[in-house]
């Protein structure tokens, strides 16, 4: 079992910065890849980031990439995502996902179903 918990989100203006943490317990999460998703109000949630459980390849969506960074720390059981140059539309509840698979190779899941566990949600806006 992993229990995730996000924090770091907040109201910040347009242009600006917010990093956000997933916290993560049981001695299993330096094993999956971790993602993270968002979910704006009225839609489906989409995948955001992905990283491999060693932190060694990345993958982004296209409407963040070269905006956001996802990086980990599996020694403090942590994800993170940095978010520069913030946009309205990024607005939502962002979360972090664990797939569950063990030391999944170089393949980065970005489909909701193929991570088993999720956090609770960290609500970031950004105000134009």
């Known amino acids: 079992q992993v229990q995730l918990v996000e924090s770091g989100g907040g109201l910040v203006q347009a242009g600006g910065s917010l990093r956000l943490s997933c916290a993560a317990s049981?001695?299993?999460?330096?094993?999956?890849?971790m993602g993270w998703f968002r979910q704006a109000p009225g839609k489906e949630r989409e995948f955001v980031a992905a990283?491999?459980?060693?932190?060694?390849?990345?993958y982004y969506a296209d409407s963040v990439k070269g905006r956001f960074t996802i990086s980990r720390d599996n020694a403090k059981n942590t994800v993170y995502l940095q978010m520069n140059s913030l946009k309205p539309e990024d607005t939502a509840v962002y979360y972090c996902?664990?797939?569950?698979?063990?030391?999944?190779?170089?393949?980065?899941?970005?489909?909701?179903?193929?991570?088993?566990?999720w956090g609770q949600g960290t609500q970031v806006t950004v105000s134009s």
């Open positions: 990283i491999s459980w060693s932190g060694t390849n990345t």
């Open positions: 996902a664990a797939d569950g698979t063990y030391k999944r190779g170089s393949y980065l899941p970005a489909s909701r179903n193929e991570y088993r566990y």
């Open positions: 049981g001695r299993t999460f330096s094993s999956y890849a």
